[in-house]
């Protein structure tokens, strides 16, 4: 079975930074891409960064130039470099691991950051 866990929430003042960590517990690059998405109370949960397992990156508008998805593939872990965060990225943060073969999303169970003065 495949477990993501996500780390490294918290709060932090707008203009701060953290860094998201999604450990997995198998191998990464088995999965077609790995994703992090983000909800906020009362909203939809939107995607926030994708990167394949030949390693391109896409990101949603409202986070590129600030965000950075990246992935350590021995440590079987992937990243989200968040800088000069704004109150509006307050959310839940998820992993997600997509298996195009077995046809199946894998999901952690989120991570909260609260930006806040």
């Known amino acids: 079975q495949v477990q993501l866990v996500e780390s490294g929430g918290g709060s932090v003042q707008p203009g701060g930074s953290l860094r998201l960590s999604c450990a997995a517990s198998?191998?990464?690059?088995?999965?077609?891409?790995m994703a992090w998405y983000r909800q906020a109370p009362g909203k939809q949960r939107d995607l926030v960064a994708t990167?394949?397992?030949?390693?391109?990156?896409n990101y949603a508008d409202s986070v590129k130039g600030r965000f950075t998805i990246s992935r350590d593939n021995a440590a079987n872990t992937v990243y989200l470099q968040m800088n000069s965060l704004k109150p509006e990225d307050t959310a839940v943060y998820y992993c997600?691991?997509?298996?195009?073969?077995?046809?199946?999303?894998?999901w952690g169970r989120g991570t909260l950051v609260t930006v806040s003065s």
């Open positions: 990167i394949t397992r030949g390693g391109s990156t």
């Open positions: 198998g191998s990464i690059f088995s999965f077609n891409y």
């Open positions: 997600k691991a997509r298996s195009d073969y077995y046809d199946m999303d894998y």
